[in-house]
């Protein structure tokens, strides 16, 4: 099967801190990577497009200043949240395309549950 | 723009009795993909059904199938013999042909009683 990890699971933080979350495909290299954020009992929304090599795609309204997202690896992609304020608390949750894209394929992650105090 | 609508904020259904979650979409585009994912308590994202556009039969995975009706836009997930591990989020999404990204309804929780 296809594995995705999520590190942390969850994680508290201070108001004006940042915040490092990984997302991982285990045993598979991944060219896209997709971040999604989920406010409690709503839909996931997509935030932002990453490519292995190459600048995330953000979607419209999200920060690029405050989400960064880094695509080092074919197996890694990371999103920090910079200077979390209380409203950046919520579920954030990554996914990863595996080619071949037969019918655009995603796997999910856990997700990561953020509270910012 | 692509859209997708869940008009089912909730759903109850008694053990091994079948039921159909809605889910209508729209798009302009002539090749989509439609999903249909299932979220439990714990939070994650498992996929149970595809359907492609051009797809000439219902998809089926399982006691799961996907009713898809492309004249009326709509595809309804049918779960049939529901179990009690069944009651969690259910979510329809779209994608756009040639695009990864995905849209997604509001969802509609499950609930399946004994």
């Known amino acids: 099967g296809a594995v995705v990890s999520q590190h942390p699971s969850w994680v508290i933080c201070k108001s004006g801190t940042s915040v490092k979350i990984e997302c991982r495909s285990l045993?598979?290299?991944?060219?896209?990577m997709f971040w999604y954020r989920q406010f409690p009992k709503q839909s996931l929304m997509l935030m932002a497009t990453?490519?292995?090599?190459?600048?995330?795609?953000?979607e419209q309204g999200v920060e690029k200043d405050k989400f960064l997202i880094n695509h080092a690896s074919l197996t890694l992609s990371t999103l920090t949240v910079t200077s979390a304020h209380p409203e950046d608390s919520s579920f954030y949750i990554c996914?990863?395309?595996?080619?071949?894209?037969?019918?655009?394929?995603?796997?999910f992650g856990p997700g990561t549950r953020l509270t910012v105090l | 723009a692509q859209k997708i609508t869940q008009t089912q904020p909730g759903m109850f259904v008694q053990e091994k009795e079948a039921v159909t979650l809605d889910c209508t979409y729209d798009?302009?585009?002539?090749?989509?993909?439609l999903f249909w994912y299932k979220q439990p308590s714990s939070g994650e994202m498992i996929f149970l059904i595809y359907?492609?556009?051009?797809?000439?039969q219902n998809a089926t995975e399982g006691r799961y199938s996907l009713n898809f009706q492309k004249a009326r836009k709509s595809a309804n997930l049918v779960i049939s013999a529901s179990q009690l591990g069944d009651s969690a989020m259910y979510f329809c999404?779209?994608?756009?042909?040639?695009?990864?990204?995905?849209?997604f309804g509001k969802g509609t929780k499950l609930t399946v009683n004994p």
């Open positions: 045993d598979f290299q991944a060219t896209t």
């Open positions: 990453s490519n292995e090599g190459s600048k995330a795609t953000y």
């Open positions: 999404a779209m994608s756009r042909g040639g695009s990864e990204k995905l849209v």
């Open positions: 359907q492609g556009s051009y797809d000439q």
């Open positions: 798009t302009s585009d002539p090749s989509y993909g």
């Open positions: 996914s990863a395309s595996r080619p071949p894209a037969g019918y655009n394929e995603q796997f």
